[in-house]
């Protein structure tokens, strides 16, 4: 008889009760922070993670600290395969055991036709949409594995839309990196799913952030069939559902929220 747990549906209404701790990678802004937000409302204990300035991470974590939440911020730059080892040592130390990791922390990078993009803008952007989010996912998978059968955590991947778009010009490299973001999800999906770890991904459509440009709403209102841009709590709840036990048999997969496009 093993110890591990298992998922059963039960009819019995969840109430938030205090769940294990979600990584969230970048979660001191834009949709990052918003998915931190939900999850410290649904009883996750939640790491954030800031690069350089600590401000806008220190008010998030204050606000929900005081709202109850338990959540912490560390420093960590997702290009530095020691710091990502050192955010989740410190981040377990503090704040208990892993449930899942959020790869979200990503860039646009120089925006700009691809002949116009020199090596070091191509393996900026690389190192952090692609090479951060595999080496933090196994480091989660890492510390995750179960015995066969018994589910040990969830690790969800940040895509875009623009993965399977190609990219609006100047975005075709960062287009390529959710391309390879949604690969790595369903590959490692199924090099895991033994070892009791779900891996999917979520890929948003334009997204009110600091990340799109100001003409991005003119932009959604003509080419997003729903004529407006996502909120990032919208990206959120479709995050909070699939590290949920509600998607325990979900793998592989990515589910898009655009608004249709
Ligand atoms: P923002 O620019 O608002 O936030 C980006 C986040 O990534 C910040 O928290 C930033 O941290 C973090 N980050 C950037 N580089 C690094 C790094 N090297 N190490 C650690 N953290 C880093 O963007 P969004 O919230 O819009 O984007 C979040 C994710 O969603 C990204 O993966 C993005 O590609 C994806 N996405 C966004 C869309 C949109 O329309 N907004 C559409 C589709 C996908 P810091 O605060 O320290 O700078």
Known sequence: MTSARRYS?????????????????????????AIAEKLVQEGYAVAITYTSS??????????????????RAFQADVTNPAQIAKLFDDAISALGPLHGLVNNAGITGTQAPIADQTPEDLNKLI???ITGSLIAAGEAARRLSTEAGALGGVII?????????????????YATTKGAIETFTKGFANEV??????VNAVAPGLT??????????QAAEKYVPMGRMGEPSEIAEAVAFLLSDKASYITGTTLTVSGGR
Not at 193 to 198: E, Q, V
Not at 208 to 217: G, K, N
Request: proline share 4%.
């Open 9 to 33: 549906a039960s009819p019995i209404k969840e109430t938030p009760m205090e769940k294990n701790l979600v990584i969230v990678t970048g979660g001191a802004r834009g949709i990052g922070r």
């Open 127 to 129: 190192a952090t949409n």
């Open 54 to 71: 600590s401000t806008r991470a220190d008010e998030v974590v204050s606000r929900l600290q005081g709202e109850g939440g338990r959540i």
């Open 193 to 198: 799913a033994r070892n009791g770890i779900r």
């Open 208 to 217: 009110d952030t600091e990340m799109v440009p100001a003409e991005a709403a």
């Open 157 to 173: 991947n940040i895509s875009s839309v623009a993965a399977r778009l190609g990219g609006l010009s100047g975005l075709v490299a």
